[in-house]
């Protein structure tokens, strides 16, 4: 299901803003949908809904809301969160998800359920590039032995650095974390290492896990470089 929602991008950073809970009238009952009908499974958004609110990734890791699929960024299309005014409900502690790359044979979108939290981490973790300056004038240094096999290069303000670093404490792994902004030696290694390895700079966060680089965080890819 989650292969099918994907659209596959860098992500972009600042303290995150997740999609409000959606408000719920307390009952003894089972879940209920419009109607008082049972919860679905599955929805539907109409092309020319818009009566709907569509959560996505936006600039530096920030969700932002449009009730309009024409201003979702396309990078940003393919895990979009659904909000339907006055239709169905998902189940408790799930949210509705489509991939608006993907319209059906009658030009609208099918609706899955997925996990509130894994939404917001795959949306930002595998969403937009987030953008950092890197001072001028720097010059990349000769390589020297790494500290550990784990390296984190980051900046303070940097929310889907948090969710990487937050995701790496979980695992139980241990790194070395970098501010590149704090430390311009960090700075100037991470340099080097984008032009050893041919990766652009201005993009954070970058982790080399034993040399091996990747840019963002996309967690299926961090699983398997570790």
């Not at 009658?106 to 890197?134: F, K, N, W």
């Not at 700079?201 to 470089?225: C, H, K, T, W, Y």
């Amino acid at each position: 299901m989650l292969a099918t929602l994907t659209g596959v991008a860098l992500v972009a950073c600042e303290p995150e803003k997740p999609p409000a809970p959606e408000q719920r009238p307390a009952s003894d009952s089972p879940a209920q949908g419009q109607g008082g009908d049972a919860t679905p499974e599955t929805a539907r958004l109409e092309a020319d809904n818009d009566t709907v609110v569509l959560t996505f990734a936006g600039e530096r890791g920030v969700f932002q809301d449009t009730n309009k699929i024409d201003d979702v960024p396309e990078e940003a299309r393919g895990m979009v969160r659904v909000s339907l005014l006055g239709g169905p409900r998902p189940a408790p502690g799930t949210v509705w998800v489509a991939n608006l790359k993907a319209a059906d044979d009658a030009g609208g979108y099918p609706l899955t359920t997925v996990a509130r939290d894994q939404y917001e981490e795959l949306a930002l973790g595998m969403g937009r590039s987030s953008q950092v300056t890197v001072p001028e004038g720097l010059e990349p240094p000769e390589v020297k032995p790494r500290e550990s096999d784990v390296i984190v290069y980051k900046t303070d303000w940097c929310g889907v650095c948090k969710k990487l670093t937050a995701y790496l404490d979980r695992k139980g792994v241990q790194y070395v974390a970098k501010d590149i902004e704090k430390d311009r030696a960090a700075a100037a290694e991470l340099q080097g290492k984008a032009k050893e390895h041919g990766f652009k700079m201005g993009s954070v966060p970058v982790v080399d896990v034993r040399g091996e680089m990747m840019v963002g965080f996309n967690r299926a890819r961090l699983e398997q470089i570790l």
